[in-house]
């Protein structure tokens, strides 16, 4: 028996140890090996040395700080004069060198990079992978997409296999190869953590999000998927160290190669334009609108003679398609209305009152735009206490600095309220309260007492950045 139980314990002990080898194995072969991606892949990737001319001071006083007032027979007259001049000191144009990476699209040299790798660049010299060097030309360059395309005189080159961002999945394996702080061929790897992100100032690019770390120099080299496919373009990172923390963006291949195709072809790149400023839709705004869950894109403005104006949307509609795409957040529509061609009619669903609508835009094309600006003027005050707010009319110029139509009201006044609390600032230029066009002080009074106790109501007010809904909760009597 003293056998029997000996040789049960040796097989359970057996067995054990073949299932911990089994799993650690088969924990091994889950994880994807880079390798051979990356030295099939590295031939097409490039290092990109830029040198630009860059304006700096010197000498002079510190900023803030000013040559003292001294009398005229001082001694520390001359001291002054000598070390620091009249003390702004002398602006010179100094060269600077930046390294950044890039990968080949062509086998007739033409490259793909970001565009902040080559701006203001006066020599831009391409390494290859065999250590050849070329001096590049600018083909050109797109900076709402942060792309530059480069060509050299070469030929038979490697060229990059590109794939689609589109079929990329969150989660899946992704790798980079470029030449962060200058260390050629670097090859990070991660996942892909999100897609279609949107970032400040970036309203035209739906960012691939991923943890592969990336750090400066590796601005314009390529994200490849495991199959070998170039699916992006590796441009920021989100840093609050200037090093890499988990957060990197690049711009999906399509929209990459879209832009160069236009560059190459046109030197320059068109966009849809639509005419309109959007926000998102939150949990309060939804709830004010009568909408059952957030969704969309609620216009803030409209664009006088622009393709919404003439095809009829007005401010307060909530865009929830676009051309047959569904938009779910502000941030999905303008890569939708960017990357439509010009003069294209597309189909654009709305809610409007809480009722769904369809209207038809001819696009436009998108120029550059700028926002006014304005400091409140005087006028004479009007109160309203039941959302704790002192408005009065809007002065003319403040009206012409803004670009307003009639109607509205100035905020002068702030108290302890529902209006601050929704977020209403001293300055707003209330244009809309419950859907209605605010015409005056008394007006506006009107609709404030007539709005029901306990609702929300949404309201659009006029800000230096442009117009922007607000949710106010009305107080219960």
Same mark, same amino acid.
């Given at each position: 028996m003293k056998? &029997? $139980?000996? &040789?049960?314990? /040796?097989? /359970?002990? @057996?067995?054990?140890? @073949?299932?911990?080898?089994?799993? /650690?194995? $088969?924990? $091994?072969?889950? @994880?994807?090996?880079?390798?051979? @991606?990356?030295?099939e892949s590295s031939p097409v990737v490039v290092n990109i040395s830029t040198t630009q001319l860059v304006k700096r001071r010197f000498g002079g006083l510190p900023p803030g700080i000013e040559v003292p007032d001294l009398p005229e027979d001082s001694p520390f007259n001359d001291l002054f004069k000598h070390f620091f001049g009249d003390g702004q000191g002398e602006e010179r144009e100094e060269e600077t060198k930046s390294l950044g990476s890039g990968f080949i699209i062509s086998s007739d040299g033409y490259i793909l990079t970001n565009n902040h790798v080559v701006k203001h660049a006066t020599e831009i010299v391409v390494r290859l992978y065999d250590r050849s060097e070329y001096s590049a030309k600018v083909v050109g360059t797109d900076a709402r997409s942060d792309i530059a395309l480069l060509k050299v005189e070469a030929a038979g080159l490697p060229v990059a296999k590109l794939g689609s961002a589109e079929k990329l999945k969150v989660g899946e394996w992704v790798l980079a190869i470029g030449s962060p702080f200058g260390f050629e061929r670097s090859a990070t790897a991660g996942i892909v953590s999100a897609k279609g992100r949107a970032l400040p100032r970036e309203n035209y690019v739906p960012f691939i999000q991923t943890d592969v770390a990336i750090n400066p120099g590796n601005s314009g080299g390529p994200l490849f998927n495991m199959d070998g496919e170039v699916v992006g373009v590796n441009s920021q990172i989100f840093s609050r160290t200037g090093g890499y923390m988990g957060l990197s963006f690049a711009i999906p291949i399509d929209v990459a190669m879209d832009v160069a195709e236009q560059l190459k072809t046109k030197g320059k790149v068109s966009r849809g334009w639509l005419g309109v400023l959007i926000q998102d839709v939150t949990r309060d705004l939804a709830e004010s609108f009568g909408m059952d869950k957030p969704i969309g894109a609620l216009v803030s403005k409209v664009v006088p003679d622009s393709p919404a104006d003439k095809a009829g949307i007005r401010v307060g509609d909530i865009i929830v398609e676009f051309n047959g795409r569904e938009v779910t957040t502000s941030a999905k529509l303008p890569p939708m209305v960017g990357s439509a061609p010009v003069g294209e009619r597309v189909a654009v669903k709305v809610l409007r009152n809480g009722k769904p609508k369809q209207l038809f835009v001819t696009l436009g094309e998108l120029e550059d735009e700028q926002v006014a600006e304005a400091e409140p003027g005087k006028a004479p005050v009007e109160r309203t206490n039941r959302i704790g707010l002192a408005v009065t009319e809007v002065p003319a110029q403040l009206r012409e600095d803004l670009d307003l139509e009639k109607g509205g009201v100035l905020v002068t006044e702030l108290e302890q309220g529902a209006g601050a609390k929704a977020g209403i600032r001293k300055g707003d230029v209330i244009v809309m309260f419950a859907n209605k066009k605010v015409k005056d002080v008394e007006h506006f009074r009107e609709l404030v007492e007539a709005a029901k106790p306990g609702s929300t109501v949404p309201v659009l007010v006029q800000r230096r950045a442009g117009p922007l809904f607000l949710a106010v909760r009305i107080p219960k009597d």
């Open positions: 056998d &029997y $139980a000996l &040789y049960k314990r /040796a097989t /359970a002990w @057996l067995v054990g140890v @073949l299932l911990v080898s089994l799993a /650690a194995q $088969a924990q $091994a072969r889950s @994880l994807p090996d880079f390798s051979e @991606l990356v030295e």
